[in-house]
């Protein structure tokens, strides 16, 4: 069965780091796409970063240059780092497996940020 | 990356049909066949429901459909039910990066 299990997440200070952990079952990480996407409270979902099969990263403009997406083959986990973090960084976050371009399936349980002072 | 537009609400009874519109440019919907839906609710994971613009995942019912013209994608939900009543929001590939809809909610009366 393919699954995602996240892990991570919880409180942090404005200017803090934390790291999102999502362990993959039944497909492996680096041979498909992988994407984080978040939801703030009461807003919609927002689209954060993906990571190909090639390794090639790309980050929406809200978290370019502080959020990092990696993976690890070896573990078959997908991770977020996630640097200078502010207020407006507060939402549930989700990992997610790609059908090629196309979509987001399946999706992690998702973990609450909450960045506050 | 502007959010793709979505209406905020839409309304049916039971048995009818909705459609939910996602309009976006061409450098997202109108670019590329790799639009999304998902529905969505409150506490759970979203629930991918069309990928690819038209097709459907395994165990979502065909009266569930997707299509695209220009820059507009729509999702139709026809005999609408009261498990249909969440969420929605589609998603566009857009060149490297994606971006979503900002949402509908489908209310059955």
């Known amino acids: 069965e393919v699954q995602l299990v996240q892990s991570g997440g919880g409180l942090v200070q404005p200017g803090g780091s934390l790291r999102l952990s999502c362990e993959a079952s039944g497909f492996s990480v680096s041979g498909d796409y992988m994407s984080w996407v978040r939801q703030a409270p009461g807003k919609g979902l927002e689209w954060v970063s993906v990571?190909?099969?090639?390794?090639?990263?790309y980050h929406a403009d809200s978290v370019e240059g502080r959020f990092t997406i990696s993976w690890d083959t070896h573990k078959n986990m997908l991770f977020l780092q996630m640097n200078s973090l502010r207020v407006e960084d507060t939402a549930v976050y989700y990992c997610?497996?790609?059908?090629?371009?196309?979509?987001?399936?399946?999706w992690g349980q998702g973990t609450l940020v909450t960045v506050s002072s | 990356q502007s959010a793709l537009t979505q209406p905020r609400s839409v309304s049916g009874s039971p048995g009818q049909s909705v459609t939910i519109s996602c309009t976006g440019t061409n450098s997202d919907v109108g670019g590329y066949k790799y639009v999304s839906w998902y529905q969505h609710h409150p506490g759970k994971a979203p629930k991918l429901m069309i990928y690819d613009v038209t097709k459907r995942p395994s165990g979502v019912p065909d009266r569930i459909s997707g299509s695209k013209s220009g820059t507009t994608a729509s999702l139709t939900i026809s005999g609408l039910q009261a498990e249909d009543e969440a969420d929605y929001y589609c998603?566009?590939?857009?060149?490297?990066?994606?971006?979503f809809g900002t949402g509908t909610k489908v209310t059955v009366l």
């Open positions: 990571i190909y099969s090639a390794g090639n990263t």
């Open positions: 997610v497996r790609q059908l090629g371009f196309g979509g987001f399936d399946p």
């Open positions: 998603c566009s590939y857009a060149g490297s990066l994606y971006v």
